[in-house]
């Protein structure tokens, strides 16, 4: 719509520069450090929605940290779409592999580098913008929701919670979420599900204190060996994930899911080059799409013991830890297969040692028709802003809460992701394509008002 392009077009300025405002404020949830950022960072936002033009704007106190909830409504009798994103990000670290500070953001090539430029604070502010343009050029025919909430990097804990006790503040129609990617600006994408996840951290112990290597090498078990050894036998030679019962539940996609998958463009020499390796790895009989799509997966996100510091040190450690988790798919479970995880890292524990291992965080994996009116709206609006059909496509990563809203609110979740699988989420050096922040904003008015009309 004409009236959009010139209003956006306007204060394309402006709508970056307040965007570079957010980004610089340390909103990291895992830390507790970051607990009074995290506030100043949940006003920010509800400053922005009231300028953008909501009517009402509260934030909620959580027992962790607080939610944002906006709206304007427009006529009751209208649809409603909620809009959900998060305004937390991942923790930063490895600073000194960052080319400019996390918090500090700069423009290079076109892009914005910060943390949580695309994941999710970039894209979230794409749907305040989006709200401001429909507000300021009086085409809003139906109401918009907010839910942005802290959480949701640490596995959204509180969200639930407020979920169950606010339905009615959330009612609505559809739930649009930008919170994933798409293939790319030339190939724009949909996704259709996301994984779940099953997060656990175990500790491995052998003598009861550090012992000097020479005197007692040889002598007693080193738990950093036994955990490698443990955490090496959980794929097998095909890459398959050993642990017994973890595939059971798996819906197997059809043949026809299958053929429909492979037709999303996908360049695996690009691909490796991107990430500088020279074979690709994974399960045996599927592809990569597959592999991170409709599969599910087990990962060590973290193993440490003994001594790390400068220099070396001569110890036999005591200790041994590590963090894993796998990814879901439909119709795994979360709390199965934790227990599943649990029990035979339990189970294949030599008498050397004794192994501890608890949960960490979880989450259902979750899955969206492409027939439902909130699909059809966003393939509608992407089409008219890039002048083609978007692919459906399957995420590799995870939404906590998606599985929940559905469950609690009765409504379809749509995911209509700007970023690209390439912007760095979780690393360093993350980033996002300006071109695709001002191509959210440019597409996400036409979903309102297709989704109204259709
Ligand atoms: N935005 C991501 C999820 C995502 C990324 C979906 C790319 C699709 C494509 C989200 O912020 C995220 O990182 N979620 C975590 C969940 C966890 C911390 C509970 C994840 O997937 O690891
Ligand atoms: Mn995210
Ligand atoms: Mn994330």
New binding site residues.
Partial sequence: MQAWKEYQEKNKDRFLDELLELLRIPSVSAKSEHKADMIRCAEAFKQRLLEAGADKVEIYPTAGHPIVYGEKIVDPSKPTVLVYG?YDVQPPEPLELWKSGPFEPVIVDGKIFARGSC??KGQVYMHVKALETLVKTNTLGSNIKFCIEGE????SPNLGKFVTEHKELLKADCILIS???MISLDTPSL?TG?RG?SYIEVEVTGPNRDLHSGVYGGAVANPITILAKMIASLHDENNHITIPGFYDDVLVATPEERALMAQAPFDEEAYKQDLGVKELWGEKGFTTNERTGIRPTLELNGIWGGYTGEGAKTVLPSKAFAKISARLVPNQQSDKITEKLIKHLESIAPPYVTVKAALH?G?EPYVTPIDSKAYRAAAKAIEATFGKQPIPVR??????ICALFEKELGIKIVLM?FGLDSDN??SPNEKFDLANYYKGIETIPYFHQYFASL
Avoid: F, M, R, T
């Fill in positions: 998060h994941d999710d949701e990097e640490v596995g919170d994933s990617a996704d996301l996840l965080h989450g995420g590799g990563g995870s939404i906590p992701g989420l979780h």
